[in-house]
């Protein structure tokens, strides 16, 4: 990000948001990285379980950076797992952390696609817990 863009943000209100979420994304990979050491509570936060989610998503989905746009979403928090897409038209992901980490991933996609008018948006078509996969360190697309 240019200078430029930086005060134009500064002066819209909108660079505090985007510096605050950014420490949000931090405090996710961090508390990822302390459950993977096996550690119960990050300062005073508890840490919680990882969980593995399966996700199909339907709408305006292929063409569109989904597949690209999951992946940054999931590396940014830390969160493992893969994102597909389907013959069908729709994408399937499977996105593996602690809770909070896979919903900031959801949560970033639907800002994203579902807050601007001209891509469409996307719905969760299925949801649905899967088992944990040992020893997988990152995000990935599947062709």
């Known amino acids: 990000m240019g200078l430029l ?11 505090a948001d985007d ?16 459950a993977e050491r096996g550690e119960t509570a990050m300062g005073s936060t508890p840490i919680g379980p990882k969980i593995r989610r399966r996700y199909n998503f339907t709408g305006t989905v292929q063409g ?21 897409n389907e013959a069908n038209g729709s ?6 952390g602690l809770r909070e980490q896979v919903q900031a991933v959801v949560d970033g996609l639907d800002r994203y696609y579902n807050g601007r008018r001209y891509l469409g ?23």
Not at 19 to 34: D, F, S, T
Not at 91 to 96: M, P, S
Not at 121 to 143: Q, S
């Open 19 to 34: 510096e605050l979420e950014r420490m949000e994304l931090e405090q996710l990979r961090r508390m990822g990285e302390a």
């Open 121 to 143: 948006g996307f719905r969760i078509a299925e949801a649905r817990d899967v088992a944990l996969v040992e020893g997988e360190y990152d995000f990935r697309p599947l062709y």
């Open 91 to 96: 994408v399937t992901a499977e996105i593996q």
């Open 5 to 15: 863009s930086d005060l134009r943000k500064m002066i819209q209100g909108g660079f």
């Open 64 to 84: 569109v950076g989904f597949r690209w746009t999951t992946t940054n979403l999931a590396n940014s928090v830390g969160a493992t797992g893969w994102v597909r």
